[in-house]
C-alpha cells in the first residue's frame, strides 16, 4: 500500500514564524504535490515537484516555498505564516495510473 | 485548460435514501482520466475510482455507482441507500494524460441522517 505521511495532524503556530510542514511518501513517486483545502474553495495547489530539487508553482504559491532535496521527502515553507494561511494542508503523490495518494492532512492554525 | 464543476455543495439525506452527486468537466483533450475521492470528517482523502476517456462503461462497486457521458462531459456518482458513514465531502476531478496536476471541483459536502 502507498503510503503518504505528514509530519503533524494539527499546528498552532504564531504569525511571523517560520513554519515547516513535512510530507514523505514511500512508493519511489516522481512527483509529489503540496494542496491547501479551505471551506468552498476545494483543494487549491500550492506547488508540486516532479523531481528532486525541481518545482514548479502550483496556482497560489504566494507565502510559500518548498524543499526537495530526496525523492521520498517534500517540504513545504511558509516563511513568515500569517493568519490568511490558517488552513488544512494537504500533500499528495502520484503514481503512474495518474491516481493521486493523499497524506492524513495538517491542520494549521496561525495565530 | 480543465475545469471540474460539482454545483452542489451541500446536500442532505435520510438514511437509506439514494443521492447522486453531479461533475461536469471540461478539457480540450482527448486521452483523460476522471476520479472520485473521498474525505471523511478525519480529513484524509480516499481514492474511490478512475475511468480514462476511452471507456464510458458504467460502473457499480457496491452501493456506489457511476455514470460516465462523454457526450455531456460529465461523471456523475449515486450513492444507493445511503449510509451515516457515506457522510463525507467528495471530490472530483480530472487529469489530461501526460500531465500530472488534477483539476478538482469544490466538492459535495453529504449529510446523511439517521
Known amino acids: 500500500d502507498v503510503k503518504v505521511t505528514q509530519s503533524s495532524r494539527y499546528l498552532v503556530k504564531r504569525t511571523g514564524e517560520k513554519v515547516f510542514l513535512e510530507c514523505v511518501q514511500d512508493m519511489d513517486h516522481e512527483n509529489m504535490f503540496w494542496y491547501r483545502q479551505d471551506p468552498g474553495l476545494g483543494l487549491r495547489l500550492i506547488y508540486f515537484s516532479y523531481d528532486v530539487k525541481m518545482k514548479e508553482k502550483g496556482d497560489i504559491p504566494e507565502g510559500y516555498s518548498v524543499s526537495r532535496e530526496k525523492k521520498e521527502r517534500f517540504s513545504l515553507i511558509l516563511e513568515s505564516a500569517s493568519t490568511n494561511q490558517t488552513s488544512m494542508y494537504l500533500c499528495?503523490?502520484?503514481?503512474?495510473?495518474?491516481?493521486?495518494?493523499f497524506g492524513p492532512g495538517t491542520r494549521l492554525t496561525v495565530t | 485548460a480543465q475545469k471540474v464543476t460539482q454545483a452542489q455543495t451541500e446536500i442532505s439525506v435520510v438514511e437509506k435514501e439514494d443521492v447522486t452527486l453531479d461533475c461536469v468537466y471540461e478539457?480540450?483533450?482527448?486521452?483523460?482520466?476522471l476520479f472520485w475521492y473521498k474525505q471523511p470528517p478525519s480529513g484524509e482523502l480516499v481514492f474511490l475510482i478512475r475511468r480514462n476517456s476511452f471507456d464510458e462503461q458504467n460502473e457499480i462497486s457496491g452501493r456506489y455507482s457511476w455514470n460516465f457521458q462523454k457526450s455531456t462531459s460529465s461523471f456523475n456518482f449515486t450513492i444507493t441507500a445511503s449510509q451515516v458513514v457515506d457522510s463525507a465531502v467528495y471530490f472530483c476531478?480530472?487529469?489530461?494524460?501526460?500531465?500530472?496536476?488534477?483539476?478538482f471541483g469544490k466538492g459535495n459536502q453529504v449529510v446523511v441522517i439517521p
Open positions: 476531478a480530472l487529469v489530461n494524460y501526460g500531465n500530472n496536476r488534477l483539476a
Open positions: 499528495a503523490s502520484i503514481g503512474g495510473n495518474y491516481e493521486q495518494y
Open positions: 478539457t480540450r483533450d482527448t486521452t483523460y482520466y
